[in-house]
């Protein structure tokens, strides 16, 4: 069983910049994608950004958000830049053992973190 562990999430100002850090214990390497879900209360849970060969990004992060993939740590990060309050949500870490090319399907995720809060104060 993979576990992904976050970090770096936290209550940052309208317009700041946070790094989330999502560690496997697996190599990730040997995960097909890697990503970010987040749920805001009283939402559902959302698609944020995943990468494989690719990367993806959901339209209201697009252009804001970037990832990045450390296959020595096994870490992928998830850089958010220019923050609005809508930002505000627990985000989720996740991750495919199959050969997906995204994870903006919920079934294509096989692994899931247990949640980072980010707070946008305005």
């Given at each position: 069983?993979?576990?992904?562990?976050?970090?770096?999430?936290?209550?940052?100002?309208?317009?700041?910049?946070?790094?989330?850090?999502?560690?496997?214990?697996?190599?990730?390497?040997?995960?097909?994608?890697?990503?970010w879900?987040?749920?805001?209360?009283?939402?559902?849970r959302?698609?944020?950004?995943?990468?494989s060969?690719?990367?993806?990004?959901?339209?209201?992060?697009?252009?804001?958000?970037?990832?990045?993939?450390?296959?020595?740590?096994n870490?992928?990060?998830?850089?958010?830049?220019?923050?609005?309050?809508?930002?505000?949500?627990?985000?989720?870490?996740?991750?495919?053992?199959?050969?997906?090319?995204?994870?903006?399907?919920?079934?294509?995720?096989?692994?899931?973190?247990?949640?980072?809060?980010?707070?946008?104060?305005?």
């Open positions: 069983q993979v576990q992904l562990v976050e970090s770096g999430g936290g209550l940052v100002q309208v317009g700041g910049s946070l790094r989330l850090s999502c560690a496997a214990s697996e190599r990730t390497s040997r995960m097909y994608a890697m990503g879900f987040r749920q805001a209360p009283g939402k559902e959302e698609f944020v950004a995943s990468i060969w690719a990367e993806y990004y959901g339209d209201s992060v697009n252009g804001r958000f970037s990832l990045s993939r450390d296959n020595v740590k870490t992928v990060y998830l850089q958010m830049n220019s923050l609005k309050p809508e930002d505000t949500a627990v985000y989720y870490c996740a991750a495919a053992s199959r050969p997906v090319q995204h994870l903006m399907r919920f079934t294509n995720v096989d692994y899931w973190g247990q949640g980072t809060q980010v707070t946008v104060s305005s």
